[in-house]
């Protein structure tokens, strides 16, 4: 089965933790990429990966880390740094080329500060 | 910054009946395209449209695309109550000449609601 995957599906965090949210996918794409959504609202671009070992900030990029090391995997750790962190938070991956970039999207992460 | 606005926010029809929504953008694109999210769950892709695209159809879904006035409109025809979900457009720009490496901006959505 090709996808992506996310855990865990819920997340609960005490203020001042850190936590990290897994993503990884076997469709073999270069780039992914991690959104966060809020009640009501549309999708906002945290960070984004065109390719192994780099990584840009999105729209809202602050109190938030990622990295990737493998092409696989793109893990988000939401920092203490990270004031209102409490959002389902979506993963996605496409094979861009120039004209045609559908992405794909994990079943999200909802996490929950206590 | 989210350059796709869509319209209605929320629309409630009867199955059987035609759904429209809106999507508005503001500066140039690369192509255009159209979400369906299911509450709690992540979003499936449901049609791209390209710049130099005018009209696209897929199934019960049609498409279209004014790159002068900006905007694009999702046509569900006889719809259905699963349906029901959100709808998101999705916006990959603005163009320079360059590939945007598959960034898309996505608008604020427009809830359907299908009634049986």
């Known amino acids: 089965d090709g996808g992506i995957t996310q855990s865990p599906k819920y997340l609960f965090r005490k203020e001042g933790q850190n936590v990290t949210l897994s993503c990884e996918q076997n469709?073999?794409?270069?780039?992914m990429y991690w959104y966060r959504q809020d009640p009501g609202q549309g999708l906002r671009l945290i960070y984004y990966?065109?390719?192994?070992?780099?990584?840009q900030k999105g729209d809202i990029a602050e109190g938030y880390s990622v990295s990737r090391e493998k092409k696989e995997s793109f893990p988000l750790t939401v920092t203490s740094a990270q004031k209102n962190p409490t959002a389902f938070y979506l993963c996605a991956s496409s094979q861009y080329e120039t004209g045609y970039n559908e992405q794909f999207f994990g079943p999200g992460t909802r996490l929950t500060v206590l | 910054s989210q350059q796709g606005e869509e319209d209605p926010q929320a629309l409630s029809i009867q199955e059987g009946e035609n759904a429209t929504m809106n999507c508005s953008y503001k500066t140039s694109i690369n192509n255009l395209q159209w979400y369906r999210q299911n509450s709690g769950r992540g979003l499936v892709h449901l049609i791209l449209?390209?710049?130099?695209?005018r009209e696209k159809h897929s199934g019960r879904l049609r498409v279209t695309l004014d790159t002068s006035k900006k905007s694009s409109s999702l046509l569900i025809t006889a719809s259905r109550a699963a349906d029901t979900a959100s709808y998101f457009c999705a916006t990959d720009g603005p163009s320079a000449g360059g590939t945007s490496y598959g960034k898309l901006t996505f608008g604020q959505g427009t809830i359907l609601t299908v009634h049986p």
């Open positions: 469709l073999n794409h270069d780039a």
């Open positions: 990966s065109q390719i192994v070992n780099d990584f």
């Open positions: 449209i390209r710049s130099n695209e």
